[in-house]
C-alpha cells in the first residue's frame, strides 16, 4: 500500500550497511587526440577548419629530428595502416588524403582533467586523469547512487560515447588490473571483473599490460615471457638484477600487494580545506573533531563568495598510501557549519583508518549561490520546522534516489492521479479535488472480492476480501468514473469503455472501505460486472 498525502515522504531501505571492496575503474580512450580535435573542428564554422574535413582520415605528428612522426591516430588512420611511430611521409603513402595537425599534449591533458573534474561530479569523489589516454575513477561504495555498479558503468559508458568518443570501460579490484583489461580486451560494453577475480583475469593478458616500458617489455619477451602468468610464477632474483624494481612493482599493484593510490583531483579555485596531522589520528572522536575545524574554514570561504555548499568531499590520507573519502550532499545550499558537520560525522563509520589517518582535506565541488541572512533575534518569531534538514539527513543515509514525496497528476483514474517527485522540488500547481472523497491509503493494484448487492445502483450488503466476510450497514455511491481511452492496455480495467462505480461503505466492525463495480449494471460493453476493493479509509 502507499500513502495518498502530498505532504508524505516515502523511503526505500536499500539493506544492511556493510564495507565494500575496493573497486576502480579504468576508462581507455584509445583516440582520444584525434576524438578531441574532431570535437573542436566540428563546431567551427566551415571557413574557419583550416580546409580540414570531418570525414577525412586524421592524425596527429610531432617534429623528431627535421621530419615529423605520427604521434596519435584516428580508427579511419589505423584502418589503412597508419600506426603511430611512423613518418608522416610513410603514412600518406598508406593513406593519400590524411590531414594531419600538429599534437597538442597540453591541451590533451587539459582535456583529461576536465573529463576527470565532470567524472567526479557525478560518479566519485576519487577521479584523476590517466594519461595520455584515460583517466580513474574509484567507484568504492558510489555504486548504491546508481544502484548498482553495472547501472553506474553503463550510465558512464552511454554518457562519454554521447559526447562522439571511442571508449572501453573495465572494472577491477586493482587499478592495475582495470587499466590493462580496459586496453587488451575490445569489447563493445564495459567488462566488469567480479571481486577477487583479478588475479586470473590479469594471469591470462600479455606483459605489456604491465605498463611497462617497452625496452622491458622486448627483453622479457626475448627471455620467453609472453603472458603475466608466466611472470607470477618464475624466480624474482634473477629478473629484478636484470629488469629493476619497476617489473615486479607493477605487478604486484595489478594483484593487489602493493597499493595503488587514486590522488584526486578538483578545480583550483573551490573553497577547501586541509589538516596535516604530526602523529596519525585513528578514532571516531579525532575525526569528527577535524572535520568540525574543516568545516568551519570551507563556510567562512563560502560566506566570502556568497555561495553555499550543495556536496562536500571529506578526503582521508592514510599513512600507507590509501585514500578515502566520504561524499555529502544538500537539497538546498548551505553555510549551517553545524548541519553540514553532523552530515559529514554521521558516515565516519565508512572510513578504515588503517594503520592511521596522517592527513583530512574537505572539499566543496558543488556550491550554489546563497544569499546572506539575517540572525533571527530574540523577538523575531519562530522558524517553523526545517524541511531541507530533514530531507538532507535522510537522503545521506538511505541515498537521494530512495527519497521522493506524492505529488497530483492528471488522471481521472484514481491509482493514476498520484506521482513521485523529489522531495523538495517545487510544487508544479496540479492540486486534488477535496470534494471528491478519496481513502488514506489504496492498494497498489485493486483486489477482486465477492459482493452481494441489488442491481442496478445499490451499495454492496456483503463482501467477502481475502476469505474474510464484511457485512456493510451503511453504504454511499455510486461515483462514476470513465475509462482513459488514451492509455488504454491490455488489462481489463483499462479498456476504453469501461466504467468504474466507486461505493464507500461501512461494515459492522467500523471499518470504512472503497469498492468500485467495472460496468454500469445495464450496458455490457462497460464492464463485467466484477468487483474490486480499492482502498480503505482511516
Same mark, same amino acid.
Given at each position: 500500500m502507499?500513502i495518498w498525502n502530498?505532504c508524505?515522504?516515502v523511503?526505500?531501505?536499500?539493506?544492511s550497511?556493510?564495507?565494500a571492496?575496493?573497486?576502480v575503474?579504468?576508462?581507455?580512450?584509445p583516440h582520444?587526440s584525434?576524438?578531441r580535435?574532431?570535437?573542436?573542428?566540428?563546431?567551427?564554422s566551415?571557413?574557419?577548419?583550416?580546409?580540414?574535413?570531418?570525414?577525412l582520415?586524421l592524425?596527429t605528428?610531432?617534429?623528431d629530428?627535421?621530419r615529423k612522426?605520427?604521434?596519435?591516430v584516428d580508427a579511419?588512420?589505423?584502418?589503412?595502416?597508419?600506426?603511430?611511430g611512423m613518418?608522416?611521409?610513410k603514412?600518406?603513402?598508406?593513406?593519400?588524403e590524411?590531414q594531419?595537425?600538429?599534437?597538442d599534449p597540453e591541451?590533451d591533458l587539459?582535456g583529461?582533467?576536465?573529463?576527470?573534474?565532470?567524472a567526479?561530479r557525478?560518479?566519485?569523489?576519487?577521479?584523476?586523469?590517466?594519461?595520455p589516454?584515460?583517466?580513474w575513477?574509484d567507484?568504492?561504495?558510489?555504486?548504491?547512487l546508481f544502484g548498482?555498479?553495472?547501472?553506474?558503468l553503463?550510465?558512464?559508458?552511454?554518457?562519454?560515447?554521447?559526447?562522439?568518443l571511442?571508449?572501453?570501460?573495465?572494472?577491477?579490484?586493482?587499478?592495475g588490473?582495470?587499466h590493462?583489461?580496459a586496453?587488451h580486451?575490445?569489447a563493445?560494453?564495459?567488462v566488469?571483473?567480479?571481486?577477487?577475480?583479478h588475479?586470473?583475469?590479469?594471469?591470462?593478458l600479455?606483459?605489456?599490460?604491465?605498463?611497462?616500458?617497452?625496452?622491458?617489455v622486448?627483453?622479457?619477451?626475448?627471455?620467453g615471457?609472453?603472458r603475466?602468468?608466466?611472470l607470477?610464477?618464475?624466480?624474482?632474483?634473477?629478473?629484478?638484477?636484470?629488469?629493476?624494481?619497476?617489473?615486479h612493482?607493477?605487478?604486484?599493484?595489478?594483484?593487489?600487494?602493493?597499493p595503488?593510490?587514486i590522488?584526486?583531483i578538483?578545480?583550483e579555485h573551490l573553497?577547501?580545506?586541509?589538516?596535516?596531522?604530526?602523529?596519525?589520528i585513528?578514532t571516531?572522536?579525532?575525526?569528527a573533531q577535524?572535520?568540525g575545524?574543516?568545516?568551519a574554514?570551507?563556510v567562512?570561504?563560502l560566506t566570502?563568495?556568497?555561495k553555499?555548499a550543495?556536496?562536500?568531499?571529506?578526503?582521508?590520507?592514510?599513512?600507507?598510501?590509501h585514500?578515502?573519502?566520504?561524499?555529502i550532499?544538500?537539497?538546498t545550499?548551505s553555510?549551517?557549519?553545524g548541519h553540514l558537520?553532523?552530515?559529514?560525522?554521521a558516515k565516519?563509520?565508512?572510513v578504515?583508518?588503517?594503520?592511521g589517518?596522517?592527513?583530512m582535506?574537505?572539499?566543496t565541488?558543488?556550491?550554489?549561490?546563497?544569499?546572506?541572512?539575517q540572525?533571527?533575534?530574540?523577538?523575531?518569531?519562530?522558524r517553523g520546522?526545517?524541511?531541507?534538514s530533514?530531507?538532507?539527513a535522510?537522503?545521506?543515509?538511505?541515498?537521494p534516489r530512495?527519497?521522493?514525496?506524492?505529488?497530483?497528476h492528471a488522471?481521472?483514474?484514481?491509482?493514476r492521479?498520484i $506521482?513521485?517527485m523529489?522531495?523538495?522540488?517545487?510544487?508544479?500547481?496540479a492540486?486534488?479535488?477535496d470534494?471528491l472523497?478519496?481513502p488514506?491509503?489504496?492498494?497498489?493494484?485493486?483486489?477482486?472480492?465477492?459482493?452481494?448487492a441489488?442491481?442496478?445502483?445499490?451499495a454492496p450488503?456483503?463482501?467477502?476480501w481475502?476469505?474474510k466476510?464484511?457485512r456493510? $450497514?451503511?453504504?454511499?455511491?455510486?461515483?462514476?468514473?470513465?475509462?482513459e481511452?488514451?492509455?488504454?492496455s491490455?488489462?481489463?480495467?483499462?479498456?476504453a469503455l469501461?466504467v468504474?462505480d466507486?461505493?464507500?461503505?461501512?461494515?459492522?466492525?467500523?471499518?470504512?472501505?472503497?469498492?468500485?463495480?467495472?460496468?454500469?449494471?445495464?450496458?455490457p460493453?462497460?464492464?463485467?460486472?466484477?468487483?474490486?476493493?480499492?482502498?480503505?479509509f482511516?
Amino acid at each position: 500500500m502507499w500513502i495518498w498525502n502530498v505532504c508524505a515522504v516515502v523511503i526505500r531501505t536499500p539493506g544492511s550497511w556493510r564495507r565494500a571492496m575496493r573497486r576502480v575503474v579504468s576508462l581507455f580512450l584509445p583516440h582520444w587526440s584525434t576524438d578531441r580535435l574532431r570535437r573542436k573542428i566540428a563546431k567551427l564554422s566551415p571557413e574557419c577548419r583550416d580546409g580540414l574535413v570531418l570525414d577525412l582520415p586524421l592524425v596527429t605528428a610531432v617534429p623528431d629530428h627535421g621530419r615529423k612522426v605520427i604521434a596519435a591516430v584516428d580508427a579511419e588512420a589505423k584502418a589503412l595502416g597508419v600506426r603511430v611511430g611512423m613518418t608522416v611521409t610513410k603514412a600518406r603513402a598508406f593513406a593519400p588524403e590524411l590531414q594531419v595537425v600538429d599534437a597538442d599534449p597540453e591541451g590533451d591533458l587539459q582535456g583529461l582533467r576536465d573529463l576527470a573534474l565532470w567524472a567526479g561530479r557525478r560518479y566519485s569523489p576519487f577521479v584523476s586523469p590517466d594519461a595520455p589516454d584515460g583517466i580513474w575513477l574509484d567507484i568504492t561504495g558510489c555504486a548504491g547512487l546508481f544502484g548498482t555498479e553495472k547501472a553506474l558503468l553503463k550510465d558512464l559508458h552511454r554518457r562519454v560515447a554521447a559526447s562522439g568518443l571511442a571508449l572501453q570501460i573495465a572494472v577491477a579490484d586493482t587499478a592495475g588490473c582495470a587499466h590493462a583489461v580496459a586496453r587488451h580486451v575490445p569489447a563493445g560494453r564495459p567488462v566488469t571483473i567480479e571481486p577477487g577475480g583479478h588475479r586470473t583475469a590479469i594471469s591470462i593478458l600479455p606483459i605489456s599490460a604491465l605498463r611497462l616500458p617497452g625496452r622491458e617489455v622486448e627483453g622479457l619477451r626475448k627471455l620467453g615471457f609472453e603472458r603475466i602468468e608466466q611472470l607470477i610464477g618464475a624466480p624474482r632474483g634473477p629478473l629484478a638484477k636484470r629488469f629493476g624494481r619497476e617489473l615486479h612493482r607493477r605487478l604486484d599493484q595489478a594483484l593487489g600487494f602493493v597499493p595503488e593510490p587514486i590522488e584526486p583531483i578538483y578545480p583550483e579555485h573551490l573553497p577547501r580545506a586541509r589538516r596535516g596531522f604530526m602523529e596519525p589520528i585513528a578514532t571516531p572522536e579525532a575525526f569528527a573533531q577535524v572535520i568540525g575545524d574543516l568545516v568551519a574554514d570551507v563556510v567562512g570561504q563560502l560566506t566570502c563568495i556568497g555561495k553555499g555548499a550543495r556536496r562536500l568531499d571529506c578526503y582521508f590520507h592514510r599513512v600507507d598510501g590509501h585514500n578515502q573519502a566520504i561524499r555529502i550532499g544538500t537539497a538546498t545550499a548551505s553555510r549551517d557549519a553545524g548541519h553540514l558537520a553532523k552530515l559529514l560525522c554521521a558516515k565516519i563509520e565508512t572510513v578504515e583508518p588503517g594503520l592511521g589517518i596522517e592527513a583530512m582535506t574537505l572539499v566543496t565541488p558543488l556550491a550554489d549561490a546563497l544569499a546572506a541572512q539575517q540572525d533571527e533575534g530574540l523577538e523575531s518569531p519562530r522558524r517553523g520546522p526545517n524541511l531541507a534538514s530533514l530531507v538532507d539527513a535522510l537522503a545521506n543515509r538511505f541515498g537521494p534516489r530512495s527519497l521522493h514525496r506524492a505529488a497530483p497528476h492528471a488522471s481521472s483514474m484514481p491509482e493514476r492521479s498520484i $506521482t513521485t517527485m523529489p522531495a523538495l522540488a517545487k510544487d508544479s500547481g496540479a492540486q486534488w479535488d477535496d470534494d471528491l472523497p478519496r481513502p488514506a491509503r489504496m492498494l497498489d493494484r485493486p483486489e477482486p472480492i465477492d459482493v452481494v448487492a441489488l442491481l442496478p445502483d445499490d451499495a454492496p450488503r456483503l463482501f467477502v476480501w481475502r476469505r474474510k466476510r464484511y457485512r456493510v $450497514t451503511r453504504g454511499d455511491g455510486p461515483e462514476r468514473l470513465h475509462g482513459e481511452w488514451w492509455r488504454e492496455s491490455g488489462n481489463e480495467a483499462d479498456k476504453a469503455l469501461i466504467v468504474r462505480d466507486y461505493y464507500q461503505v461501512e461494515t459492522e466492525t467500523g471499518g470504512r472501505y472503497w469498492l468500485f463495480r467495472l460496468g454500469d449494471g445495464v450496458n455490457p460493453a462497460t464492464g463485467t460486472m466484477r468487483w474490486f476493493i480499492h482502498g480503505a479509509f482511516a
